[in-house]
T-cell receptor, first 116, second 111 residues
Framework: GAGVSQSPRYKVAKRGQDVALRCDPI?????LFWYQQALGQGPEFLTY????????KSGLPSDRFFAERPEGSVSTLKIQRTQQEDSAVYLC??????????????FGPGTRLTVL | RKEVEQDPGPFNVPEGATVAFNCTYS??????FFWYRQDCRKEPKLLMS???SGNEDGRFTAQLNRASQYISLLIRDSKLSDSATYLC????????????FGAGTTVTVRA
């Protein structure tokens, strides 16, 4: 079956540009997560949605980062006025349940953002 | 101090060898633990959960030591296809959705 998909796979932006990254989770998955993975590091939590509700945005690094999931399926991560330190792979993950022990998160292939 | 720390490696081992590595976590109240595998330029995928009593999945054995706050992964009879970065993952105790990842341990299995 279809997994989590993300687009674009690669994005090059000039410093100061706005970018929008899309995530299509696995159909029917309630939970959706965004992570940022810098080179040589593990993924860092950005934000969490349960259906359309953004329950946790504690990991967003600044107010230039904004995420939404208006209909509880597709999600968009928007970064305004991009800076070089925003260069990273942005991973989306989804999970079928609200909460459960050992609840696996299924990751998409990521969007590799390079800010020049 | 990072929540999850790992030896980055790389561990270079010949096919058929056994390789083992640990990670440590800082929050003693953490409840759930996992190993994810990430191939170069690919997404992380769940390798196995780590249970208190230790558990095996084929050639992979995971152990949890709560007293010392570390988790280990052992790979027996290494295959070329085991070459990857292994991410140690801990679930935050205050909620059960937030995962904290280590920076990963790179394993390279050579022929």
């Amino acid at each position: 079956g279809a997994g989590v998909s993300q687009s674009p796979r690669y994005k090059v932006a000039k410093r100061g540009q706005d970018v929008a990254l899309r995530c299509d989770p696995i159909s029917g998955h309630v939970s959706l997560f965004w992570y940022q993975q810098a080179l040589g590091q593990g993924p860092e939590f950005l934000t969490y949605f349960q259906n359309e509700a953004q329950l946790d945005k504690s990991g967003l690094p600044s107010d230039r980062f904004f995420a939404e999931r208006p209909e509880g399926s597709v999600s968009t991560l928007k970064i305004q006025r991009t800076q070089q330190e925003d260069s990273a792979v942005y991973l989306c993950a989804s999970s079928p349940h609200i909460s459960a022990d050992h609840n696996e998160q299924f990751f998409g292939p990521g969007t590799r953002l390079t800010v020049l | 101090r990072k929540e999850v720390e790992q030896d980055p490696g790389p561990f270079n081992v010949p096919e058929g060898a056994t390789v083992a590595f640990n990670c440590t976590y800082s929050n003693s109240a953490s409840q759930s633990f996992f190993w994810y595998r990430q191939d170069c330029r690919k997404e992380p995928k769940l390798l196995m959960s780590v249970y208190s009593s230790g558990n095996e999945d084929g050639r992979f054995t995971a152990q949890l030591n709560r007293a010392s706050q570390y988790i280990s992964l052992l790979i027996r009879d290494s295959k070329l296809s085991d070459s990857a970065t292994y991410l140690c993952v801990v679930r935050a105790p205050s909620n059960d959705y937030k995962l904290s990842f280590g920076a990963g341990t790179t394993v390279t299995v050579r022929a």
